[in-house]
């Protein structure tokens, strides 16, 4: 099993550039969650889903949208880069909740900036 | 979910247990008590975690204080690999989010 992988690995974008991140889990997870880490910080919440079809706004969700069209992907949408989303992305994903231990396998991480 | 207080870094020699504290004096009654690490430049990994009663896995020990105010995580025998970012976190068991704060800075010297 690959786990959780991300893709891309690393990306520069120009201002006003628009990209997409590709999340993918093979462990038929029904949660699945996107958070991105600034330097010298903690992993803040952009959006997470809790099952196809459903997406939901975490902490900091502006100037980012989700789909969630397979259960096994999770994508997310850069409309508009701005320099304030230069940061590393993680992605992960996690059973339900229904499940009292509810571990998050978390992926390598994408490293994006914008010029 | 409650708030966690943790120090900002900590030594530990390698081959020693490494005991790193936690404060959540808010925790409410159904939160849980939740440790990751972050090794440099990689994903989060789950450590362990607990409601009231101590609990050990092959990775590391949770002690909970009896007022559950206050946890220590333990890596009994730490070891270079150890060197990393240990956040706790607490949280409702059956809620889906993590809110990570800064974390600890673990650093494992030879």
């Known amino acids: 099993n690959a786990g959780v992988t991300q893709t891309p690995k690393f990306r520069v974008l120009k201002t006003g550039q628009s990209m997409t991140l590709l999340c993918a889990q093979d462990?038929?997870?029904?949660?699945m969650y996107w958070y991105r880490q600034d330097p010298g910080m903690g992993l803040r919440l952009i959006h997470y889903?809790?099952?196809?079809?459903?997406?939901a706004k975490g902490e900091v969700p502006d100037g980012y949208n989700v789909s969630r069209l397979k259960k096994q992907n999770f994508l997310l949408g850069l409309e508009s880069a701005a320099p304030s989303q230069t940061s590393v992305y993680f992605c992960?994903?996690?059973?339900?909740?229904?499940?009292?231990?509810?571990?998050?396998?978390f992926g390598p991480g994408t490293r994006l900036t914008v010029l | 979910d409650a708030k966690t207080t943790q120090p900002t870094s900590m030594d530990c020699a390698e081959g020693r247990a490494a005991n790193l504290p936690c404060n959540h004096s808010?925790?409410?009654?159904?939160?849980?008590v939740y440790w990751y690490r972050q090794i440099h430049s990689q994903g989060p990994q789950y450590i362990i975690h607990?409601?009231?009663n101590n609990e050990t896995n092959e990775m590391a020990s949770l002690i909970i204080t009896e007022d559950r105010k206050s946890s220590t995580l333990i890596l009994p025998h730490a070891t270079l690999r150890d060197t990393a970012v240990y956040y706790c976190?607490?949280?409702?068991?059956?809620?889906?989010?993590?809110?990570f704060g800064a974390g600890t800075i673990l650093r494992v010297k030879s």
């Open positions: 976190i607490v949280r409702v068991v059956y809620g889906n989010k993590l809110v």
């Open positions: 462990m038929n997870h029904e949660y």
């Open positions: 992960a994903s996690s059973f339900s909740a229904r499940d009292r231990h509810n571990e998050q396998f």
């Open positions: 808010t925790i409410s009654g159904n939160e849980y």
């Open positions: 889903s809790v099952g196809e079809g459903t997406t």
């Open positions: 607990g409601l009231k």
